[in-house]
């Protein structure tokens, strides 16, 4: 635990900043990639279905964290839930497989931002040492300012989200004037049907993570008891209603091959109707909203890592506050090296391929803290009578277990080989629990008493 005079986080961020950071978190890579990763994943048909499914099954969720942000507003969100509801160990592993998500997450927004700034400068994306360095340095510089304070990043945060949902309006508005949903083809093409619906919405999945940002940084909210839980339905709110209009108007003004084959398919379809200046304003908007959710999300994985040191299931250093800018700034270097890490690992192959896989990965990172906090609803929240069946438990849990289901199920669509790397990187953090757990321990245990034969 943290000693008492250590300096602590502060309560920075306000009503608007927490619904920002909220939707700033969500509103990130996922959408301006989306149709490129869907018209390759599915066809159209199940591509819609699967926005539907996962924009209910969002809410559910987003719901779940804001009814427990409201009642345990505690930095680290899923990670404090689940080890209120299940002791420890179950908290540790939401930590754990949360933090190396959002740093595996991280990676590939700033994979993202590299592809969007090749629309500039094409050469970063044909030079992956160049890309490398353009990440590496724009993750430093969020970084930095993550360190300078929260109130900083949090205003960041708010202007970037109202910088990057304009040009996404507008998209939607021009878009609107040139839409016929023929132009996507067969709503169920052979290979591409109803047998691609979990795996679209396992992707359409990566678009709503970070809904639960402000449970995780609810230590640096202020009044979290009603914020928390008010900028949590306000962000997935407007949202999901955000993301529903772009993908259909991206649907009906470009085809499913080409939008297969873009690199950056809004900027594509502004251009195809209107020429450069377009999609220089859809690039430039992509840019905005990747750099802005970067910012967010580093100031989300170091709460995560934060709050599991400060109970003493990760290095104490990564529990460390600074004393002038009260901010968690070892977790946010610790949380950066790994980042750099998986960028360096991921540039040896193309922009595209390398964010599809990350963004793959880091979901279902995402999904055992989200299926953890489900059932944490129902143990934490749900009252309980000397009536109590199988009849009331279904009755007074019912949201619970429809997130709880839909987890589950998105984890099933993520298909076998991202289920074993994601269960390999939950595993991996067995030995961290152990050597922190001995570490603790007496150093001497009373030695056991002898056993002694019987006659």
């Keep these: 635990m943290m000693e008492q ?72 969100g899923p990670y404090a839930f689940s080890k209120l509801a299940f002791g420890e160990f179950t908290g540790f592993i939401n930590a754990w497989s949360y933090w190396l998500g959002a740093i595996v997450g991280n990676a590939a927004i700033l994979t993202a931002f590299a592809s969007y700034l090749s629309f500039f400068f094409p050469v970063i994306k044909e030079n992956n040492l160049l890309a490398f360095l353009v990440t590496s340095a724009g993750l430093w ?41 023929s132009i996507a083809g067969p ?11 979990s795996f679209a919405a396992t ?42 209009a772009i993908s259909l108007v991206a649907m009906g003004t470009m085809g499913q091959a080409e939008l297969a084959a873009s690199n950056s398919p809004l900027a594509d379809i502004i251009n195809l109707h209107f020429g450069s200046w377009g999609s220089g304003f859809i690039a430039l908007g992509a840019l ?25 299931l990760l290095p104490k250093s990564l529990g460390a506050v600074h004393s002038r800018f009260a901010t968690p700034h070892i977790s946010l270097i610790v949380s950066g090296i790994l980042a750099n890490l998986v960028l360096a690992l991921n540039y040896v192959d193309s922009l595209t391929t390398a964010y599809n896989f990350m963004i793959l990965l880091a979901t279902l990172a995402f999904l055992p803290p989200y299926v953890f906090a489900a059932a944490a609803e129902i143990i934490l929240l749900t009252k309980r009578s000397a009536a109590f069946s199988v009849g009331t438990f279904i009755k007074s849990s019912f949201l619970s277990l ?24 939950i595993l991996a953090g067995i030995p961290v629990y152990l050597y922190m757990k001995l570490s603790a321990a007496p150093a001497f245990p009373e030695a056991a008493a002898p056993l002694t034969k019987r006659d």
């Design 5 to 76: 005079n250590q300096p602590h986080l502060k309560q920075g961020l306000g009503l608007a900043a927490a619904t920002a950071l909220v939707m700033g978190n969500m509103i990130g890579s996922g959408i301006f990639m989306m149709p490129n990763t869907l018209a390759n994943a599915s066809g159209p048909g199940a591509s819609l279905l699967a926005w539907v499914l996962t924009g209910i099954g969002s809410i559910v969720l987003a719901l779940t964290f804001a009814n427990l942000g409201s009642r345990y507003p505690k930095t680290g």
């Design 141 to 181: 510089l969020i970084t930095w300012i993550n360190i300078r304070g929260v109130r900083e990043a949090g205003l960041l945060t708010l202007v970037t989200t109202v910088l990057k949902v304009l040009p996404l309006l507008v998209f939607v508005a021009i878009g609107a004037r040139y839409f016929d949903l």
């Design 187 to 197: 709503m169920f093409p052979e290979s591409k049907g109803m047998e691609t619906l």
């Design 203 to 244: 992707n359409t999945l990566w678009a709503f993570i970070g809904l639960e940002s402000a449970t995780v940084a609810a230590g640096e909210i202020k009044n979290p008891q009603r914020n928390v839980r008010l900028s949590t339905i306000w962000g997935i709110g407007l949202t999901t209603a955000l993301y529903l």
């Design 288 to 312: 905005v909203s990747t750099f802005g959710a970067t910012i967010g999300w580093v100031l989300s994985t170091a709460r995560m890592s934060f709050a599991a040191a400060e109970d003493g």
């Design 402 to 425: 429809v997130g709880f289901a839909y987890a589950l199920w998105a984890i099933y669509g993520s298909g076998a080989e991202a289920v074993m790397y994601g269960f390999l990187l």
